[in-house]
């Protein structure tokens, strides 16, 4: 077994020279959420059911060609990976079914990322489920095992998924993530967190649904990881630790009453059916459903449908061969029908709901089941056996601990769960840049902070102005980590999961070049982590395949730092020539925010500027492709620091780095604290240091498998600084100017006068 490339001090990580290692990091790589042979991104419909004929070798990418995109990565600074992988790919082909030539292929792929010198820790990913369901993550067979009917699933509403919608080009944006509170994932969810107290009749194998799916999904991830134990050259270097699932989701599990929407529940975009609802048109009973959209201050009822499957049901029928997959079904589970009313939740003679509150108490007790209780109880008892799956094949593994998104972590601290190794690893997305998919440099939302109660109205969480919004990001981030402190005790804080959507405002920046709104989006969000003291962060995303016409290849997602048909980052220092981003009145940062129209925001307009649309672009032809914001993602980092970071940050727009140690001694001549200095911002001959005290080297070196500038220092003990500054440049508008910065000061003013 290697030595322990990384182990875990408290709230730090540590390397072998007892140095803080920060975590840069990224996905990789979103391609691995979908096939390579049959190529089956999200908008290809041609043989989508055949589940279980399918391939996810060369996912993400060939052994041949995974080379050049580590060396990519690595040359852009990160040093960590979060690998993707999902549970159809190891078991596709059926239960027990372990696709070999994957794992070869991976192993194979990790050897090669190892070379590099990352740190790795594996993501067993999923999204709403299955792609089946919308998403990604649990093989076709799981549906037909909870005895659903994928081919149905379209016309009952049951979930909505790009490879059978009419035209796959049309798909709603951001319409996938709804699949959530839609049929499939309720059921799903439900059964495999809780399919023992909710569903005790259904019965596969002689074990509940609940044991049925848990066994399989912690066997075919225990199968994979003994698999790379076996390899005998990946444990521990360069995989340091193994994720939770991504992700997870309560499916009904803490529901009060079924008939209505939970309170908790806050993206409703297109038809958002009671959850009721979904059991009825499931079933094949025509609703008149609400639909939502999104709009200038959030999510808003926009009318009703009418959405009628014509007797077509989610459900197989009572014919179908349930022997093609070798189980067999209990008796008392009988297909063609809906498993809740087997249940007696509701009586399909007369589709009278007779149990509303079903699933809001705990039947073993009689306690009331809320979202904080799930997590502590049915989520940890799932969680308690995956990290028993992953402990048994590497004792000394990180865990990567991810609870359900933006929900209170589970009160953990103190007790036999507060593992010392650890980590918690939150997500978080800006979800109105996410769902508008535009950078409104006006308003913006502490989303956390409504969620944990904060404010007596929302209207009290809108923030006015870019430097206020990016605040409010590292208010909230901070608040994630600390809420996680209290909750589950010390432990670092990484986030697994941050990124932008790079199509923004009708891909103006596709035919334009300019990628300010994007610049300006992704450097909020690096400001927020580092402003956060988070342990470290993996980007969200990249991807082989991404382009501007299918970005990231999967339900009009478009989040990948790489793409095809753009310009390739260089290697050097950055050239403004080459990088269209400029102070551009036309350009969507500025979105009618740096118009006249706007820059005054008073007590009479406030409302009309915060409701409509601000953020229109207009498009420009030819051939104009751009650096994919890189200006914003390439970035200064501490790699390994001798003592404590006690704060470090990047300001883009004056190319300024700092960094605050801790030292507990003077800097040992072999263990400098190491910074990564891109030379994309601070070239050679270009570029003043400062610091505290003690020596510093600038040196371009190649080590890891690629090129890197490196700023290496050695300081005295006690609170020490450092300052790096390279080339200031016009970045684009999105990174403001001391103009705007008195026009967000104004606009913080009027909107405390009218609130």
Not at 533 to 550: E, R
């Amino acid at each position: 077994m290697a030595p322990l490339r990384l182990r875990i001090d408290g709230r730090t990580f540590r390397d072998s020279d007892n140095r803080e290692v920060t975590l840069h990091g990224i996905n990789c790589a979103a391609d691995a959420k979908f096939p390579a042979n049959p190529d089956q991104p999200s908008h290809i419909a041609d043989n989508f059911f055949d589940g279980d004929n399918v391939s996810f070798v060369n996912r993400p990418f060939s052994v041949d060609d995974a080379a050049s995109h580590f060396a990519r990565l690595r040359g852009w600074g990160y040093n960590t990976i979060r690998y993707v992988f999902t549970w159809e790919a190891i078991e596709h082909a059926g239960p027990g079914r372990y696709d070999e030539d994957w794992i070869q292929h991976t192993i194979s792929v990790l050897r090669v990322a190892k070379k590099f010198g990352f740190y790795i820790f594996m993501d067993p990913h999923q999204d709403v489920w299955s792609r089946f369901s919308g998403g990604s993550g649990a093989p076709l067979w799981t549906l037909y095992a909870c005895g659903l009917d994928p081919k149905k699933f379209d016309v009952t509403e049951a979930a909505l998924v790009q490879n059978v919608y009419p035209d796959p080009a049309k798909f709603p944006k951001m319409i996938w993530a709804t699949n959530y509170t839609r049929l499939v994932c309720q059921v799903m969810f439900t059964l495999f967190f809780g399919g023992r107290d909710f569903a005790p009749k259904a019965i596969l194998d002689g074990k509940n649904i609940q044991d049925y799916l848990e066994d399989h999904y912690l066997g075919a991830c225990g199968h994979l990881a003994k698999r790379i134990h076996e390899a005998g050259d990946l444990e521990y270097d360069p995989i340091v630790g193994w994720e939770s699932l991504n992700e997870p989701n309560r499916g009904l599990i803490s529901f009060q009453d079924l008939t209505v929407i939970p309170k908790e529940q806050k993206l409703q975009k297109g038809t958002s059916p009671t959850a009721w609802q979904a059991i009825l048109t499931g079933s094949g009973r025509a609703c008149e459903i609400a639909t939502w959209d999104f709009g200038g201050m959030g999510p808003y009822q926009s009318g009703t449908a009418l959405i009628d499957p014509e007797g077509k049901t989610a459900w197989l029928s009572a014919d179908y061969d349930d022997s093609h997959y070798g189980w067999k079904r209990d008796p008392g589970w009988r297909l063609g029908e809906c498993i809740w009313a087997q249940h007696g939740i509701w009586d399909p003679s007369t589709d009278t709901i007779l149990k509303k509150d079903y699933f809001g108490i705990d039947p073993k007790n009689g306690a009331k089941i809320d979202y904080e209780y799930f997590t502590n109880h049915y989520y940890m008892a799932h969680y308690r056996k995956y990290k028993t799956m992953v402990k048994s094949v590497f004792p000394d593994s990180l865990m990567f601990f991810q609870p359900p998104v933006l929900e209170i972590p589970p009160k953990i601290k103190g007790t036999e769960d507060d593992d010392p190794n650890m980590i918690f690893a939150p997500h978080f997305y800006d979800g109105i840049t996410l769902l508008t998919k535009k950078w409104n440099r006006v308003w913006n939302i502490d989303v956390f902070g409504v969620l944990r109660g904060k404010y007596l109205t929302p209207a009290f969480a809108i923030k006015i102005g870019e430097n206020a919004i990016r605040n409010c990001f590292a208010h909230q981030l901070t608040a994630i980590r600390e809420e996680g402190t209290e909750h589950m005790g010390v432990h670092p804080c990484v986030f697994t999961e941050i990124g932008i959507p790079y199509d923004m405002d009708n891909k103006y920046a596709y035919t334009s070049g300019d990628y300010s709104s994007q610049i300006a989006a992704l450097d909020a969000n690096h400001f927020a982590l580092e402003e956060s003291k988070a342990n470290g962060f993996a980007l969200w995303t990249y991807v082989v395949m991404n382009n501007h016409f299918w970005g990231d290849q999967w339900n009009g997602e478009d989040l990948s730092i790489y793409s095809v048909d753009d310009k390739p980052v260089p290697t050097g220092s950055f050239s403004p020539a080459a990088s269209r981003a400029s102070l551009d009145t036309t350009s969507p940062s500025f979105s009618q925010a740096q118009s006249s129209e706007t820059l005054t925001v008073s007590p009479t307009n406030l409302k009309e500027t915060l409701s409509r649309d601000q953020m229109s672009s207009k498009s420009a032809g030819g051939d104009v492709r751009g650096h994919r914001a890189a200006e914003a993602f390439i970035r200064p980092t501490p790699v390994a620091t001798h003592g404590n970071v006690t704060w470090y940050g990047f300001d883009l727009r004056g190319c300024t780095f700092k960094l605050a140690v801790l030292a507990p001694t003077a800097t040992p001549e072999n263990r400098p604290t190491t910074i990564f200095l891109p030379e994309f911002h601070f070239p050679t001959g270009e570029t003043t240091v400062e610091v505290s005290g003690g020596k510093w080297t600038i040196k371009t070196e190649d080590s890891s498998g690629t090129s890197q500038q490196i700023l290496r220092w050695w300081h005295s003990e006690g609170d020490q600084t450092l300052t790096v500054k390279g080339v200031i440049r016009k970045q684009g508008a999105g990174l403001g100017t001391e103009e705007d910065e008195g026009y967000l000061a104004q606009c913080q003013r009027q909107a405390c006068a009218v609130m």
